[in-house]
């Protein structure tokens, strides 16, 4: 993890900082002369080796300073940390609807293989799974703010936070998201099911409810677990796109903003946050599925 | 596989059956957008003409015009052209690389698996939408950066299917025949292991064409998309969404049209998955 971390910021420091005049040009604007850029790069130790900067870097960015935003004049830690709560908060919405849904579906779904109740889930599931973000969000507004009125069309938050403005960009994530946690859970419910020791269960005579949710649930749900941890990374794709859809003020939007601005510091520290998000719930899952399933418990 | 055969191995699969339709319909009407008599989809007409209102010159406008009073219909069909002609190219290309690394990983081995795994996992650790961003950003929004950016995306994710593939098929008999023979590792590589790989890996293709596609098109949508003015489903969602409330066919459209599409796709593959599985 912490070897992936340093040449994940290695590969960014030297794909944005090699070239020192272009930073300079980048931060100074593009109708500063040569001089001016050579000035600054001197008073901000750019004429350092690189191996230099890059530590000097790396240590400032770990203690939660990313240097200064070039197109907000601020600070990056000033909007970067308020604009991933709110992520957060969108994600966290998110997570306590779509994970206790697609469970329910896809232990339901897995039950029994083949009957009706799996077929229907399983192709909703790829319905759902086939319309992109923007789609979705393109057809949810037309319903419900053009044509029925009842839902606000942007989650701007302008005035503090509100509840129905978290109703549709959380709603387009979990129809998109759901499916895939229901089919793995399916998949792996449907496992179960056939296993001897429930057919054991079952033929001891035990009630049918206590099978399920005593002897074949636990075993059922270690693989969603995985699913549903690494699934953060996988939202964030949908998390830019929403947040572009409903201008909502969110980690997705700054990091896209300041690549379309081409304002590298908050890229940087974007990019890092959203990596090290990505590995520690990689990282997270291993433990945990080393934890709950203790067939391939290491020694 | 002969195309007779490959009907009929589809058709034991209704999912697949339709899913194919779809993809078809779509694949067609990109094939034949020249030949429909069509408006040019980047010429302005008549703007916000809602669907099936009557044209100037006494046609149809069959799914009315956008913002820009260019023809729905014909910017839906050559965005489906165009969507399907990056897509196809970015996921060959990812494909490409993917399987090479993969041969090589699984077959050889050794520190070439050590190097090749480990940069991999460096490739996955990004959250794909970040790995699109930062590239794009940097090296600009064109054609070309689209697809390098797809294939340092996909192509890890390609790489550890066919290792993994690669593993288990190595260790066949035929696999020793060949070695026995005296084939060389190449040959072996793609004579002998990869036709043999082909199931899990036309299943994988399906899926990660329509997921292309859907890339292609969110990147339209959030601006880092292929350039304009040739139309793009993404692109058209993006620029005609703040107009929904009193023209929402213009976004609406181009929604439906993509989810059918990548809905093709995945039904396609859960299809074949369903057909494989049986045999």
């Known amino acids: ?299 | 596989m002969g195309l007779k055969k490959s009907l009929e191995y589809i058709s034991e699969s209704r999912l697949a059956m339709i899913g194919l339709a779809l993809v078809l319909f779509w694949v067609v009407l990109a094939v034949i957008a020249p030949l429909l008599p069509l408006y040019d989809p980047n010429t302005s007409l008549e703007a916000f003409k809602k669907p099936l209102a009557e044209a100037k010159d006494g046609a149809t406008y069959w799914l009315g015009t956008d913002h820009k009073g260019r023809d729905m219909m014909s910017r839906v069909i050559f965005g489906a052209q165009r969507v399907l002609i990056w897509a196809t190219m970015a996921t060959g290309i990812a494909y490409f690389f993917g399987i090479l690394m993969g041969l090589v990983a699984g077959y050889v081995g050794g520190w070439w698996d050590e190097i090749i795994s480990f940069v991999s996992n460096v490739l996955l650790s990004f959250p794909v939408i970040v790995l699109y961003i930062v590239i794009i950003a940097y090296l600009g929004a064109t054609g070309f950066n689209i697809v390098l950016a797809v294939t340092f995306a996909s192509a890890p994710g390609i790489m550890r299917i066919v290792r993994g593939l690669v593993l288990d098929l190595k260790t066949r008999e035929y696999v020793f025949a060949a070695q026995s023979r005296g084939e060389s590792a190449f040959f072996i590589m793609l004579v002998e292991i990869l036709p043999n790989a082909r199931g899990p890996l036309i299943v994988d293709a399906c899926l990660r064409l329509g997921y292309t596609i859907i890339t292609i098109a969110m990147l339209g949508y959030i601006g880092l998309g292929l350039p304009p003015p040739d139309p793009d489903w993404g692109k058209m969602i993006a620029e005609t969404q703040p107009l929904g409330s009193f023209a929402g066919h213009m976004a609406i459209v181009p929604a439906v049209a993509i989810s059918s599409l990548v809905l093709g796709f995945n039904l396609l593959a859960d299809g074949l998955r369903e057909i494989s599985l049986r045999d």
């Open chain 1, 1 to 299: 993890m912490v070897l992936i971390m340093t040449v994940v910021s290695l590969v960014l420091f030297s794909l944005f900082e090699t070239d020192k005049l272009a930073v300079a040009g980048k931060v100074l604007g593009p109708y500063s002369t040569t001089e001016q850029r050579e000035i600054w790069l001197e008073k901000n130790d750019y004429n350092e080796p690189f191996v230099f900067r890059y530590a000097g870097w790396a240590g400032n960015a770990i203690q939660g300073d990313f240097g200064q935003s070039i197109q907000l004049r601020v600070p990056v830690a000033d909007v970067l940390w308020p604009r991933l709560a709110n992520t957060a908060i969108l994600a966290v919405v998110v997570f306590a609807v779509m994970i206790p849904l697609s469970l329910t579906l896809g232990v339901l779904a897995g039950l029994k293989e083949g009957s009706f109740q799996d077929r229907a889930i399983s192709t909703v599931s790829v319905i759902t799974t086939s319309v992109p973000e923007f789609a979705s969000a393109t057809l949810l507004s037309a319903i419900f703010v053009f044509w029925l009125g009842w839902l606000p069309g942007t989650s701007a938050m302008t005035s503090g936070f509100r509840l129905d403005e978290i109703v549709l960009p959380a709603s387009v994530l979990i129809i998109y998201g759901f499916g895939y946690i229901a089919r793995m859970t399916r998949a792996s419910m449907a496992e179960v099911m056939t296993s001897p020791y429930i057919r054991t269960a079952i033929l001891k005579g035990l009630p049918y409810r206590r099978v399920v949710f005593w002897h074949a649930l636990r075993n059922a749900l270690i693989t969603p677990f995985t699913v549903i941890v690494l699934h953060l990374n996988w939202l964030l794709s949908g998390v830019v796109v929403v947040e572009v859809f409903f201008a909502y003020k969110g980690f997705g939007k700054l990091l896209l903003d300041a690549s379309l601005f081409g304002d590298i510091y908050v890229i940087e520290a974007c990019t890092l946050i959203a990596v090290f998000v990505a590995v520690a719930s990689q990282y997270i899952s291993d433990l945990g599925y080393t934890l709950l399933n203790p067939r391939i418990r290491f020694k």
